[in-house]
């Protein structure tokens, strides 16, 4: 029987495939006395081979798809896997305490996994207690005879199936094989969303039930565009699905003449289309979709995929690569925001009640300004590779504006001293996201050179509705007036200092936000590469002046977002 499941529509595109799971299975047990201690020793012995032939192959396998530097991690896996030490420790637990495998391997890595991640100025040890978490998992995996995803294996066309991506995971997904990815939570602004229309898959998120609903190999469609999943579909919508695909593929083919083409609006009017980045890969996507600058490089991904903390060099290097990739247009580079759904393994963070509202982005670079002044030298010794602008995250007052910028300014100061060449022409901005920073956005406007609306986080914050909650995704509203109006503050508050304004929140590649946006005089709109031709073909069909109106009524006229969905579709069609 055909069923069908709605979520929200994350990520373009329609996908026919098996479902492949991406979940853990449950792997609970009981601890039992068992008289037969040689049998459980050769069932451990047996689980232990399983999961060393297993690694292997991932093993291989990783260093063929990620490279040899990634595959590395698996060796240490392996390593544990044959430490005398640890299997002796559970053998002997077994024999001496005749208990089944599983309690004895759980109750001796629990202890090693327990004293190395005690020593917390030791980062290596603190590794070696994840390895031994994740060997431990697929050992146990084999005494209780379930499957564990191996998703560096996949070998065949799936749409991945899970509960939550985590970004890392995301990242780790092989898009010769995963055609799209369908999951339980979030919403279109959580980061494995973003993540996947950057990399250019369909994905639909917060489905609530995707993952009770199928089970590993059942066929399924991803309707990106509407949010629908169709879960064992009838030949007659393989069909369906197929000619809807087909036309969307054509609306790309399309869309794809105006690479080369500026951005005009029917009044002749340029504005600057530029695209989000996580990482200097990304640019080939916005070189393909003809991106006219990098309106946000999130650089905390930089930190997320790395072992320890990125040196200077090594960041350096990252900018380097961009502003010289970009060949001369403008880049704006957002320092590090951790926190939120955003963690590193190597940066103890306390645990919080809120984290989104707790500490991250700026407030950490300015309380532990070390790892802050890194980025920030990296950032300056860049600058002479092209049009760098620097944004700072999450600013809520003018005092941390000014304390991040007095960091950078003395930065500077010093390796201009080292004889280091550093650039006069960095422009500095930040995030508009906080409303406290929106309502006062002409004192700013004083002080920056540009703001950048980000609306992912000034909406959640305005509204006070988790952005990775499905349950409250109804409050995400970017056409609600409330949202338009402090839009419409900070733009003219720039305005009125000669500054500019640009968004780099996924509203701003949002096609019903994109007329209002343009009527309330945004001057540059960045977002995910794979909508930057579509916005430009929607530009260029619309008029100024008719904008302008049209957002005007939206924001004294209407009372609610659906009033100015409405009036935005009477003034576009
Ligand atoms: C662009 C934004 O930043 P991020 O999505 O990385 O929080 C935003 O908050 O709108
Ligand atoms: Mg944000």
């Known amino acids: 029987m055909v069923e069908m499941l709605k979520g929200i529509a994350a990520s373009d595109g329609i996908a026919i495939a098996k479902a492949y799971m991406l979940i853990e299975p449950d792997m609970s047990f009981n601890k039992v006395t068992v008289e037969d201690s040689e049998g459980e020793v050769n069932r451990l012995a047996d689980a232990l081979s399983k999961a060393t032939t297993e690694l292997q192959a991932i093993r291989e396998k990783a260093a063929e798809s990620l490279g040899e530097e990634e595959a590395q991690v698996f060796d240490a896996h392996l390593m544990v896997l044959a430490d005398p030490e640890l299997v002796g420790s559970i053998e002997s637990n077994v024999r001496d305490n005749k208990v089944n495998a599983e309690a004895a391997l759980k109750e001796v890595t629990d202890m090693f996994i327990s004293m190395f991640e005690g020593m917390e100025d030791n980062p290596y040890m603190q590794e070696r207690a994840a390895d031994i978490k994740d060997v431990t998992k697929r050992v146990m995996s084999h005494l209780l005879n379930v499957k564990l995803p191996n998703p560096s294996m996949i070998n065949e066309e799936v749409i991945v199936v899970a509960h939550d991506l985590t970004p890392s995971d995301t990242a780790q997904l092989n898009r010769k094989y995963v055609k799209a990815f369908v999951t339980d939570i979030g919403g279109r602004t959580s980061h494995s969303a973003i993540m996947a229309r950057s990399l250019e898959i369909p994905a639909i998120v917060g489905t609530k039930s995707i993952t009770d609903t199928v089970v590993d190999g059942d066929m399924i469609i991803i309707d990106g565009l509407e949010g629908d999943v169709l879960v064992h579909p009838e030949s007659s919508d393989v069909e369906k699905y197929n000619t809807k695909a087909q036309a969307f593929a054509d609306q790309k083919a399309e869309w794809e003449k105006l690479k080369n083409e500026a951005t005009v609006t029917a009044d002749g009017k340029h504005i600057e289309l530029a695209a989000n980045i996580g990482t200097p890969k990304d640019l080939e996507g916005v070189k393909n979709n003809g991106g006219e600058a990098v309106g946000l490089y999130r650089t905390e991904f930089l930190y997320m995929d790395s072992p320890d903390f990125p040196t200077e060099d090594a960041q350096f290097e990252a900018y380097k690569a961009v502003l010289e990739g970009m060949n001369g247009k403008p880049v704006v580079v957002r320092t590090m925001d951790i926190g939120g759904d955003k963690e590193l393994p190597y940066l103890t963070l306390p645990h919080e009640m809120n984290p989104f509202l707790g500490y991250r982005a700026i407030r950490i670079c300015l309380a532990e300004p070390d790892m802050f002044r890194t980025q ?16 700072f995250p999450m600013i809520a007052t003018l005092a941390e504006f000014r304390a991040a910028k007095a960091l950078l300014l003395e930065e500077k100061a010093k390796l201009v001293s080292e004889g280091v060449a550093v650039s006069d022409e960095i422009q500095v901005g930040i995030m508009i996201e906080i409303p406290a920073a929106a309502v006062i956005a002409d004192k700013f406007a004083k002080e920056v050179d540009f703001f950048s609306i980000g609306t992912n986080d000034l909406i959640q914050y305005t509204m006070a509705s988790d952005r990775m909650n499905e349950r409250v995704s109804y409050l995400y509203q970017p056409y609600n007036p409330s949202i338009l109006r402090l839009i419409k503050n900070v733009i003219d508050a720039s305005h009125a200092e000669g500054k500019w304004t640009g968004m780099c929140g996924e509203m701003a590649g949002d096609q019903t936000a994109v007329p209002l946006l343009m009527g309330l005089g945004l001057d540059e709109f960045s977002m995910s590469a794979s909508s930057i031709l579509k916005t430009r073909s929607l530009m260029k069909r619309l008029d100024t002046a008719k904008m302008t109106e049209l957002a005007e009524k ?13 009036l935005v579709e009477s003034y576009t069609k």
């Open 376 to 391: 920030l030298r990296a950032l300056l010794r860049a600058s002479v590779f092209g049009p760098l602008r620097i944004m």
């Open 554 to 566: 939206a924001i004294n006229d209407c009372d609610t977002a659906d009033e100015v969905v409405a």
